[in-house]
C-alpha cells in the first residue's frame, strides 16, 4: 500500500478523541472492505491487516491513532474450540489496537484498520487445535463479511495534539506494531521533519509485518530510522536473543541525545515483558524518561530481577507526558 496521501489531497488535522461512540449494547456494523496477510507467506503463522468500511456511522473521521476498537466475534465465544487462552467467557468484546491512520487507508476517514494475528494453540489434555475465539474471527473474515465494533477507546497513547514539533521512538513487538503504522503515516503526512525512529522485535524474520512499507518509508525519509529485532534468529552482545532493548542499546550514541531531548516521545507497544529491559536501559541511559522512585539508585535497578517487589515502584515512575506504553 502508499503510505504517502494523493498529491492533490489536503487533509485535515487529527479529530479530537471520542471514545465510545458504540458499546456492547449498541454496536456499529462495519463490512470488510480489504484484507491482506502482512507476515511473509513462508510463515506458520497468520497475520492480516484488515480494513472496516466504517461509513454512516459516528466513528467516520472521528477515531484517533492510539485508541482500540471493540469487535464482538458473535458465535464464537461459547465454543470451546474458540477460546484458546481459556479466559472468561462472558466477555463479549475484544480490543484491537487500530492500524490506521485517522484518514483511514482511504484517507477519507471512512475505513478503520486492525493488524490481527491467528492465536492457534493445542488443548494440552486432548491434543485438539483450539483457535482464539476474536483473532480467528476478523482473520476468517472475507471481503463483504460484516462484523460489529465498538469503540474507540483509550486516550493514553496518542500522539500530541499538536505532533510535529516532536521527535520520536517507536518500540514494538509483534502485534504491538499497530499503532505505529499509523502514527508514521499521520506525522509524514503532516510534513513531519523531526527525528523518528521504529524498533520492531518479532522471533523470525517472516514475522515481520508492513516490512516493506517501512523499508520503503525509511528509503523515501531520511528522518525515519527503522530497526528490527529478530529475537530466535539474531543473537546481543552476550549471544542471548536480541530483543529491541539491544537494539535500543546498539544504537544508544544516537538514542541518547536525542531521548534526552523534552520534546521527545517514547511510544511502547506489545508484550509487557519488553518493559522490563528497555526500563532498566532507560535508567542506566539517565534518559530522563523514568524518576528514581524514593530510597532507590540506578544500581539497585539494575539488579532488580522482574520478580523483585520494589519493579511495580519503577513502572510508575514514567513521565507520563513523554512515555507511553500499550504493553499486555
Ligand atoms: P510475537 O510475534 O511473539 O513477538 C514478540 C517478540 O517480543 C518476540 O520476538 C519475543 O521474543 C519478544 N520478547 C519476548 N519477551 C521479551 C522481553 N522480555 N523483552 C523484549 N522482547 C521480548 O508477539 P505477538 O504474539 O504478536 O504478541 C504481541 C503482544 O502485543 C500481545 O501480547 C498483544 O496482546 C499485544 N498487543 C497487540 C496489539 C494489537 O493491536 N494486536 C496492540 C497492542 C499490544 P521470543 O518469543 O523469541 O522470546
Known sequence: MNLQKPDQLTLPPAPPAAVNLYTPKNPFTATVVGRRRINDPSSPNFCWHVVLDIRGGQMEGRYRI???????????????????????????????????????????????SLCVKREVDENEETGELVFGAASNFICDAQLGDRMQ??????????????????????????????????????????????????????PYSTEVMYDEEFRQWSQNHPNFH????????????????????????????????????????????????????????LYRIDSGLLSLPPGMTVEAIQAMTRESPDWMKVEKARDKERLFKETY
Open 226 to 281: 527503522y530497526r528490527t529485532a529478530i529475537s530466535r534468529e539474531q543473537r546481543n552482545r552476550e549471544g542471548g536473543k536480541l530483543y529491541v532493548q539491544h537494539r535500543l542499546e546498539e544504537e544508544e550514541e544516537r538514542l541518547i541525545p536525542l531521548l534526552r531531548r523534552p520534546e521527545t516521545r517514547l511510544y511502547l507497544c506489545g508484550l509487557k515483558g519488553m518493559e522490563f529491559g528497555i526500563y532498566k536501559w
Open 66 to 112: 492510539g485508541q482500540s476498537i471493540g469487535v464482538v466475534p458473535e458465535g464464537r465465544f461459547n465454543d470451546p474450540k474458540f477460546n484458546v487462552m481459556n479466559r472468561s467467557l462472558d466477555s463479549k468484546i475484544r480490543l484491537y489496537s487500530i492500524a490506521s491512520a485517522c484518514w483511514g487507508d482511504d484517507w477519507r476517514g471512512e475505513t478503520v
Open 149 to 202: 465494533i465498538t469503540g474507540p477507546v483509550g486516550k493514553s497513547f496518542l500522539l500530541p495534539e499538536n505532533p510535529l514539533p516532536h521527535h520520536y521512538v517507536f518500540v514494538a513487538t509483534g502485534t504491538g506494531i499497530a499503532p505505529f503504522r499509523g502514527m508514521l503515516i499521520e506525522l509524514f503526512n503532516q510534513g513531519f521533519a523531526g527525528e523518528a525512529w521504529l524498533i520492531f522485535g518479532v
